[in-house]
Nanobody, 124 residues
Framework: QLQLVESGGGLVQPGGSLRLSCAAS????????IGWFRQTPGKEREAVSC????????YYADSVKGRFTISRDNAKNTVYLQMNNLKPEDTAVYYC?????????????????WGQGTQVTVSS
């Protein structure tokens, strides 16, 4: 079965850190670009950070620049999102998605596979 599985979410205080993982099973991520998206109730899913299949091109939303870092370890078939200095407005369900492409996209429809999501809550 081809799937992406996110992990690493949880409850953290403002200023804290979390590292999200996106692991692929049933296929290799080597030729896939990956996007991390997030969604809160009543809002559209938005792109947070993306990484190209070659690991040479990344994207960060303005709201997370300087705080989040995306990386990939193809040997582990996993992509990570390191989130530092978390703020209450980062609270959301975070999803990873994979697209068979050398480049990433900000539009949801381009992606071939989606994970089930992991909840991140930033609160004191």
């Amino acid at each position: 079965q081809l799937q992406l599985v996110e992990s690493g979410g949880g409850l953290v205080q403002p200023g804290g850190s979390l590292r999200l993982s996106c692991a692929a099973s049933g296929f290799t991520l080597d030729y896939y670009s990956i996007g991390w998206f997030r969604q809160t109730p009543g809002k559209e899913r938005e792109a947070v950070s993306c990484i190209s299949s070659s690991d040479t091109n990344t994207y960060y939303a303005d709201s997370v620049k300087g705080r989040f870092t995306i990386s990939r370890d193809n040997a582990k078939n996993t992509v990570y999102l390191q989130m530092n200095n978390l703020k209450p407005e980062d609270t959301a369900v975070y999803y990873c998605a994979a697209v068979w492409s050398p480049t990433w996209y900000l539009t949801l429809d381009e992606y071939n596979f989606w994970g089930q999501g992991t909840q991140v809550t930033v609160s004191s």
